[in-house]
T-cell receptor, first 112, second 110 residues
Framework: SQQGEEDPQALSIQEGENATMNCSYKTSINNLQWYRQNSGRGLVHLILIRSNEREKHSGRLRVTLDTSKKSSSLLITASRAADTASYFC????????????FGKGITLSVRP | NAGVTQTPKFQVLKTGQSMTLQCAQDMNHEYMSWYRQDPGMGLRLIHYSVGAGITDQGEVPNGYNVSRSTTEDFPLRLLSAAPSQTSVYFCASLSLDTQYFGPGTRLTVL
């Protein structure tokens, strides 16, 4: 069963615009993480937010977490063509982080 | 540091053949995992290890074996390849809540 489900499945924006991606999950979590995957490459960790946190920032990234709605959002501000990639949310329900459950991913295209 | 390395990058097998996908990390991480990525399915956990000598099953373990004799290496064995195992396989190691992924092995089973 899929724990994390991203929305939308695909997003196309113009360079300079903001990109907002959402993730919903089903069961209680210890933390939620966002990863990026460039075409043909492995996943790269972007940011982690713990269940007792509501918002985190890292450079142009802003992540929010609403545990009452079991949802998270990833905002990329002032997007660049290099942000074109697939983005995945992953949830940890065990506290050990060794059993992350990934969503199906969002394909983001940033047009120059 | 090389990080997480995987070999081979590409592999084509015939149904019934066996092979081992290699994974190594030089970061002295205790936790390592194997995932498979299929179109429209995201990543699914196959097996994981919390340290040398300790392994456990993930979400989709059938048809795969793992062992962890050293901290550095975590090979994934396909016992008798099936077309359903055509996928991209990623190895990852964990440190401080962050998973570090290898570049992947693209496997095709004919």
């Amino acid at each position: 069963s899929q724990q994390g489900e991203e929305d939308p499945q695909a997003l196309s924006i113009q360079e300079g615009e903001n990109a907002t991606m959402n993730c919903s999950y089903k069961t209680s979590i210890n933390n939620l993480q966002w990863y990026r995957q460039n075409s043909g490459r492995g996943l790269v960790h972007l940011i982690l937010i713990r269940s007792n946190e509501r918002e985190k920032h890292s450079g142009r990234l802003r992540v929010t977490l609403d545990t009452s709605k079991k949802s998270s959002s990833l905002l990329i501000t002032a997007s660049r063509a290099a942000d074109t990639a697939s983005y995945f949310c992953a949830t940890d329900t065990t506290g050990a982080n060794s059993k992350l459950t990934f969503g199906k991913g969002i394909t983001l295209s940033v047009r120059p | 540091n090389a990080g997480v390395t995987q070999t081979p990058k590409f592999q084509v097998l015939k149904t019934g053949q066996s092979m081992t996908l290699q994974c190594a990390q030089d970061m002295n991480h205790e936790y390592m995992s194997w995932y498979r990525q299929d179109p429209g399915m995201g990543l699914r956990l196959i097996h994981y290890s919390v340290g040398a000598g300790i392994t456990d099953q993930g979400e989709v373990p059938n048809g795969y074996n793992v062992s962890r004799s050293t901290t550095e290496d975590f090979p994934l064995r396909l016992l008798s390849a099936a077309p359903s195992q055509t996928s991209v396989y990623f190895c990852a190691s964990l440190s401080l809540d962050t998973q570090y992924f290898g570049p992947g092995t693209r496997l095709t089973v004919l």
